[in-house]
C-alpha cells in the first residue's frame, strides 16, 4: 500500500520522505508544482491542494497510511478538517498528524488552538492517529542567524522558563517511524500523542551563551520584547501572522514549552540514539558563516 505525504517540499515533509524512502516504504507526495517537486526518486508526486476536494479524492485514492502537515495559514483549519474527511471518506486507517506541544495550553494562539481542534475531531471521529507534538523547532533560528553573527543580539523573545527546542530531522524520523508502524500494522492501531522534544530545556539566556560559545565573541539576549517582535515580523509576513507570532511569544514568557517526565527517554528509544541538541546547530551554523 501508500503512505501519502502532504507538505512534501516543506523542511519537515521532504525529511519524512526521505527518511520513509531510506526504509523502502511505497510514497505518495501531494504537491502543489511537480515539476519543481525534486524529491527523491520512486516518490510518487501527484499534483494537489488541500482545499481542492477533487484533487484530494485522486491523491487519496489508494492510500492506506496518511502524513497530515498544514503549514500556518489563514485557512490552515479548514485545510485539515477537509484533509481529514476525505481521508476517512477514502477508508485510510493510518494517519499521523503534525500537530504542536501545549495545543491545549496556548489557548488563545491561532495556531495552537487551530490544531488542538484538529486534534479533538480526530479524537471525537475515531480516527486511528498519532499526533506528533513538537516543541520549538531549533531550526527557526535559521531566519535570525545573520542578527547573532552580525549584532552579537539573539533576538527570539524565548523568555526564561524555557524552551525543549527540537531538531526538524527528528520530528520527521519520528514522524516515519510512525507512519511505517502504522502502515504495517495488521490492525488499526489505537490513537496516540507523542510529545517531540529536544535533549534540553532552554531559555534566552541560555541560547545566548550557546552562541558565544559557538562564535567565540559575546551574543546578548536583550529581553522579552513581544511588540517589537511583532513590529520586526510585519516586515516581512502578513500583519495577522506576527500577530500570531507575537501570541505565541508571550505564551514562551508566561508557559515556557516543557516537556512532560519520559518524554526524553521515549524518543530516544524510538530513535535507537541521542537527540540532536541546539548546541549542536550553533556549532554547524557558526562553522558554516
Known amino acids: 500500500m501508500t503512505i501519502l505525504v502532504t507538505g512534501a517540499t516543506g523542511t519537515v515533509g521532504r525529511q519524512v520522505i526521505e527518511q520513509l524512502a531510506a526504509r523502502g516504504a511505497n510514497v505518495r507526495a501531494l504537491v502543489r508544482n511537480p515539476s519543481k517537486a525534486a524529491l527523491p526518486d520512486g516518490v510518487d508526486v501527484v499534483h494537489g491542494d488541500l482545499l481542492d476536494v477533487d484533487s484530494l479524492r485522486s491523491a487519496f485514492s489508494g492510500v492506506s497510511t496518511l502524513f497530515l502537515l498544514n503549514g500556518v495559514v489563514a485557512d490552515e483549519f479548514t485545510q485539515a478538517l ?71 543580539i539573539y533576538p527570539m523573545p524565548i523568555g526564561s522558563r524555557g524552551l525543549a527546542m527540537v531538531d526538524t530531522s527528528d520530528i520527521a524520523e519520528v514522524a516515519a517511524i510512525e507512519l511505517i508502524r502504522r502502515e504495517e500494522s495488521a490492525a488499526p492501531l489505537p490513537l496516540e500523542r507523542i510529545n517531540v522534544v529536544g535533549p534540553d530545556t532552554l531559555t534566552g539566556a541560555d541560547v545566548a551563551a550557546i552562541w558565544s560559545e559557538a562564535l567565540g565573541r559575546p551574543v546578548a539576549y536583550p529581553g522579552d520584547d513581544t511588540a517589537g517582535f511583532e513590529q520586526t515580523l510585519r516586515s516581512f509576513m502578513p500583519g495577522w501572522m506576527a500577530y500570531d507570532m507575537r501570541l505565541m511569544g508571550e505564551r514562551f514568557l508566561t508557559e515556557g514549552m516543557l516537556p512532560k517526565e519520559g518524554d526524553r527517554e521515549r524518543l530516544t528509544a524510538m530513535l535507537g540514539r541521542p537527540l540532536r541538541s541546539y548546541r549542536d546547530f550553533a556549532a554547524r551554523t557558526a562553522a558554516s558563516a
Not at 471518506?89 to 488552538?113: C, E, K, Q, R, T
Open 82 to 152: 477537509i484533509a481529514l474527511n476525505i481521508a476517512r471518506d477514502a477508508g485510510i486507517d493510518g494517519i499521523v498528524y503534525l500537530s504542536v506541544i501545549h495545543s491545549d495550553v496556548y489557548v488563545n494562539v491561532p495556531h495552537f488552538a487551530g490544531k488542538f481542534a484538529v486534534e479533538r475531531m480526530i479524537e471525537q471521529m475515531g480516527l486511528h492517529a498519532t499526533i506528533l507534538r513538537p516543541a520549538y523547532f531549533i531550526g527557526n533560528d535559521l531566519t535570525i542567524k545573520d542578527v547573532v553573527m552580525q549584532h552579537g
